[in-house]
């Protein structure tokens, strides 16, 4: 059995799908960030109905 040689073609290949799977999955964990982010943001609004804003137009 002799060792089976990589190309450096096969390497490439390998390594783009790797920077594939990688940018997908950083997407995607940006996209959950921004969605909890906004959850996070909009119960904190209904929550405490924010006083600057509602103070700033009343005082306006």
């Known amino acids: 059995m002799r060792p089976a040689r990589i190309t450096p073609a096969e390497i490439v290949h390998q390594s783009d799908r790797c920077l594939i799977i990688l940018s997908f999955i950083v997407c995607c964990l940006l996209f959950v960030v921004c969605c ?7 119960l904190l609004k209904t929550n405490n109905p924010s ?7 009343r005082f306006s």
Not at 51 to 57: A, K, Q, S, V
């Open 36 to 42: 909890l982010l906004f959850v996070v943001y909009c």
């Open 51 to 57: 006083r600057t804003t509602t103070n700033r137009l």
